[in-house]
């Protein structure tokens, strides 16, 4: 029985809560405290500019039909939905997704959820800095009183999929054959985040070319097809990480994010952020992420004399999200979808059969004051 079952409406079947990441999409039903099922995204929904509308719309067909009947085993007529997204995401996505959903399988009502307000709604708090580490990209918003800055947005591409780039490369030397999921399964499993100190000679190494010191970490071994393992040294399980932490060209990286965000945002609001951090993304599971982040910036602060005005040095806090940081969004999303507001903030399919588009922050039509449309 949903753990939030007399928020809701007791008249109404229990929302479906959709979090469709570019790896993995989570599906459960709204009041519940985990997804009922993890299971891979087709790759094909994003391909971006690669793939055609009609591809696209065809695309989204095939998995929504699998998501309701193959592993929800529901009627999609008979209940509304709530899908997580970035506040950020593409407006394309967003309208073939439902352009399927009421016009396809004419589900009741769709609500888009904003992925980084859904994990303060779950930890009950009204502002804090959402960091959003997943499979293809870091995503970073802050959110003061519960409104998006966005002009504090920022976003790289160091995720879960350079971390296994780069383990794969540290790997090919024994069989350049491995599989995408065995390179997955071993940083889940192995790898780690060395420490500040230990990190940064393996920095300085890599950049002067010279091997570092030996790790203290155990050699590991992965049984692949039976009779062959792969060896995975302690060097290896604590180095692939590093280039989450390594500042690019552009001097950018994960810890730099999180300061020129709260650079970006206003001086009174900085000291309030910097207290409420909020990890989400399966990438920021990894033993020792969390802790060398907070090391990283606050060494920023001492250092670099362009975070030096911020004077917020040991104000970082950061929350624990419970259920795991892969799936607070989701969980939020879920505590939300189980309270009124999602009646009244759907958008019905009557409305949506009306318009034919959906209500868009970023489109003039739904954002210009009444007095001047």
Not at 142 to 171: C, D, F, H, M, R
């Amino acid at each position: 029985m949903p753990m939030y079952e007399g928020l809701g409406l007791l008249s109404e079947k229990h929302a479906v809560v959709l979090d469709v990441g570019s790896a993995y999409t989570k599906l459960g039903y709204a009041g519940e405290y985990q997804p009922r099922k993890i299971i891979p995204s087709p790759k094909n929904l994003f391909k971006g500019n690669k793939i055609s509308d009609n591809e696209l719309y065809d695309e989204f067909v095939s998995f929504i039909y699998s998501l309701y009947f193959e592993h929800l085993l529901i009627n999609p007529k008979d209940r509304r939905v709530v899908i997580v997204e970035s506040v950020i995401g593409y407006a394309r996505f967003r309208n073939i997704f439902a352009r399927v959903l009421f016009k396809h399988f004419e589900v009741l009502s769709v609500l888009f959820a904003p992925s980084h307000l859904m994990p303060l709604f779950l930890l009950g708090i009204r502002s804090g800095l959402v960091l959003d580490v997943g499979y293809s990209e870091a995503e970073l918003i802050p959110v003061y009183e519960g409104v998006p800055i966005l002009k504090a947005w920022q976003a790289l591409p160091l995720a879960s999929e350079v971390v296994q780039k780069s383990l794969k490369n540290a790997l090919d030397d024994q069989d350049d054959a491995i599989s995408s999921w065995v390179i997955e399964d071993i940083a889940v499993r192995f790898c780690f985040v060395a420490n500040y100190k230990r990190g940064q000679e393996i920095q300085n190494a890599k950049f002067e070319g010279k091997p570092f010191q030996k790790s203290i970490a155990s050699n590991l071994t992965y049984p692949i097809k039976g009779n062959k393992v792969i060896q995975v040294s302690g060097d290896i399980r604590e180095s692939v990480c590093e280039v989450l932490f390594e500042q690019d060209n552009d001097r950018l990286s994960i810890p730099t994010m999180i300061l020129d965000s709260i650079t970006s945002c206003s001086i009174d609001t900085r000291k309030l952020l910097a207290e409420n951090i909020v990890f989400i993304g399966g990438c920021t599971q990894i033993p020792g992420f969390k802790s060398r982040v907070i090391k990283e910036i606050k060494d920023l602060c001492e250092t670099e004399p362009r975070y030096s005005k911020l004077k917020i040095k040991d104000n970082f806090k950061v929350h624990m999200t419970p259920g795991g940081a892969n799936c607070a969004a989701w969980l939020g999303a879920s505590i939300f979808g189980a309270t009124d507001e999602v009646a009244t903030r759907s958008l019905s399919r009557d409305a949506y059969l009306k318009e034919q588009i959906i209500p868009d922050w970023a489109n003039l039509k739904f954002n210009l004051p009444e007095s001047i449309k």
